[in-house]
């Protein structure tokens, strides 16, 4: 049987709307005639493959997450759209771009190592697949890899127990007693969905959240119709505004309007729900100005004493620091704990000592009991699958330690000593709509590698001193944001040992258009071509 690696133009990692994006652009504007996509997964849907569990949606309204080309009637019918209408959405839009064909699924890259000699990139999966390509393109998505503490004991628990990415498909809860590991999206989202099935839910809370309403609500006939006729203006907005939500930002600071106004304005937001529209939508400086951060940060811990009844728990679930972080909403959540078989445990002084076979012991000694344990502690953000994957650039130098002092990709896109490699929602991308972030990195991808098929060079990278100084702008920029002082997977904090480190262009949407385009017209001094 032959060992030798399957020649082909490009190799493509990942099923979700990034890669099939990719694909899609790699066969329609480059006309590449062997494309292959690779997926770890059963089938197309990325993070919306692998999250699952009750309560996982979007926290971007519908109409706007996707791509702005996808103007076919839409089928949404809610202001959010859960798991698996997401991946259904990706599914039928790889079947509509007629990538589908291309994917291998079940093979998951273990290496891709560059061979300058041949200009080729040697690509191998854990069941034995081996590629030679041209190209080599990761969509890794941002929140993909499970981090979960090595707590002592994990495994002697015999019960069930998972991350959250991983819920079992059909699973029961119904009657059980169930453990909650972390309260991030992922964590509010099940115990909001799940309290009322189960015999009782322990929620670990090791930092407080805020978190505002989602409203999800259908979307009505009528509604569908307006915003399908009004699509041009939508995206319009989309593409001039800061964080690509559809909706108009605010242009005014909490600290110029009176206190009532202020307050009118949280109340009606609130009322109408979701996280960036509270954090974006209300007013233009609570991601910049301290003070300004406070008055939201106050209001939402109002509305917990509000919503809580009992005196003792809502003052745990109040948080005391900075409002930042990504802005959080769910159904649910604080109304939880008003009922019998819901309970909240503050870890943060008291953390997980171990896991038991029945359950867990507190550093104290205090034991719980449980039937199932929920690890929704979150994810080894943005630069963590890449982690997973031993990529080898130019003179063997491995991008784990290219990135050892910080994971950066310049514009998110390309990283110097990588040739003919790219990235989209790598590090050092804008924080913002992912769909658009994605359809505009995808384009700049094409237009770089058109640019060197026009040169008459074999292949482009990042210039070393270019991605070092943009590595220091997305740097500089989150230091002067709220966003710094709030330990979160943003900043690469959250997980055991990891250096803090800002994974994301933090002056928005349309400030990185701004830079690409700038970049574009300029004909990509930032880059090195080469024969």
């Given at each position: 049987m032959s060992t030798s690696p399957k020649e082909v133009d490009a190799v493509v990692v990942g099923g979700g709307f990034g890669g099939i994006?990719?694909?899609?652009?790699?066969?329609?504007?480059?006309?590449?005639?062997?494309?292959?996509?690779?997926?770890k997964g059963s089938a197309l849907g990325g993070t919306w493959y692998w999250n699952q569990y009750p309560g996982?949606?979007?926290?971007?309204?519908?109409?706007?997450?996707?791509?702005?080309d996808d103007r076919d009637p839409p089928k949404w019918h809610t202001r959010y759209l859960k798991a698996e209408d997401l991946q259904e959405q990706i599914v039928d839009t790889a079947k509509k771009s007629d990538v589908l064909k291309n994917y291998v699924f079940e093979n998951e890259v273990v290496s891709a190592h560059y061979d300058a000699a041949k200009n080729r990139w040697l690509v191998a999966t854990d069941k034995g697949l081996q590629f030679s390509a041209t190209y080599f393109l990761t969509a890794l998505g941002i929140l993909t890899n499970p981090y979960t503490p090595a707590f002592p004991g994990r495994d002697s628990f015999k019960g069930l127990s998972f991350h959250s990415a991983r819920w079992p498909k059909g699973l029961d809860v119904t009657g059980k007693r169930v453990a909650v590991i972390?309260?991030?999206?992922?964590?509010?989202?099940?115990?909001?969905?799940?309290?009322?099935?189960?015999?009782?839910?322990?929620?670990?809370?090791?930092?407080?959240?805020?978190?505002v309403p989602v409203n999800d609500r259908p979307v009505t006939e009528e509604e569908k119709k307006e915003i399908y006729e009004n699509y041009d203006k939508i995206w319009d907005t989309v593409f001039h505004s800061l964080f690509a939500m559809g909706f108009t930002e605010s242009k005014k600071s909490a600290l110029e309007v009176s206190e009532e106004e202020r307050r009118e304005v949280y109340e009606r937001i609130w009322n109408k729900g979701g996280g960036f529209r509270f954090f974006f939508e209300t007013f233009n400086d609570l991601g910049t100005n301290v003070d300004a951060n406070e008055t939201a940060a106050a209001f939402v811990r109002e509305k917990i004493a509000e919503i809580v009844k009992d005196p003792e728990t809502a003052k745990l679930l109040q948080p005391t620091g900075h409002y930042g972080g990504r802005p959080l909403c769910t159904h649910g959540y604080y109304e939880a704990f008003n009922e019998?078989?819901?309970?909240?445990?503050?870890?943060?002084?008291?953390?997980?000592?171990?896991?038991?076979?029945?359950?867990l012991e507190l550093r104290d000694g205090k034991a719980f009991e449980f039937d199932i344990i929920v690890y929704a502690t979150g994810f080894d953000g943005v630069d963590g699958a890449y982690h997973n994957i031993d990529i080898t650039?130019?003179?063997?130098?491995?991008?784990?330690d290219a990135w050892k002092e910080g994971a950066n990709?310049?514009?998110?896109?390309?990283?110097?000593?990588?040739?003919?490699?790219?990235?989209?929602?790598?590090?050092?991308?804008?924080?913002?709509?992912?769909?658009?972030?994605?359809?505009?990195?995808?384009?700049?991808?094409?237009?770089?590698?058109?640019?060197a098929r026009k040169r008459g060079d074999k292949t482009v990278e990042a210039d070393a001193r270019a991605q070092a100084e943009w590595?220091?702008?997305?740097?500089?920029?989150?230091?002067?944001?709220?966003?710094?002082?709030?330990?979160?997977?943003?900043?690469?904090?959250?997980?055991?040992?990891?250096?803090?480190?800002?994974?994301?262009?933090?002056?928005?949407?349309?400030?990185?258009i701004a830079k690409l385009t700038e970049e574009t017209e300029a004909k990509y001094p930032s880059f090195v071509f080469a024969k």
């Open positions: 994006r990719l694909v899609s652009l790699l066969k329609d504007r480059l006309h590449l005639q062997n494309v292959v996509a690779v997926e996982s949606q979007t926290d971007t309204e519908s109409w706007v997450y996707r791509f702005s972390g309260t991030g999206p992922s964590g509010s989202q099940i115990t909001g969905s799940i309290h009322h099935l189960v015999k009782q839910i322990t929620v670990f809370q090791q930092r407080a959240q805020y978190i019998p078989n819901v309970s909240l445990v503050d870890i943060s002084n008291n953390p997980v000592a171990k896991i038991t076979p029945t359950g650039g130019r003179n063997g130098l491995k991008l784990t990709a310049l514009y998110g896109v390309s990283v110097s000593e990588f040739p003919n490699f790219f990235t989209v929602t790598g590090p050092g991308g804008p924080f913002a709509n992912m769909l658009p972030s994605i359809e505009l990195q995808g384009d700049f991808i094409i237009k770089l590698i058109q640019e590595a220091q702008t997305v740097q500089q920029i989150s230091k002067a944001t709220v966003f710094d002082k709030v330990k979160s997977w943003i900043q690469n904090d959250n997980v055991d040992g990891k250096k803090k480190y800002s994974a994301f262009f933090l002056a928005g949407l349309q400030n990185y």
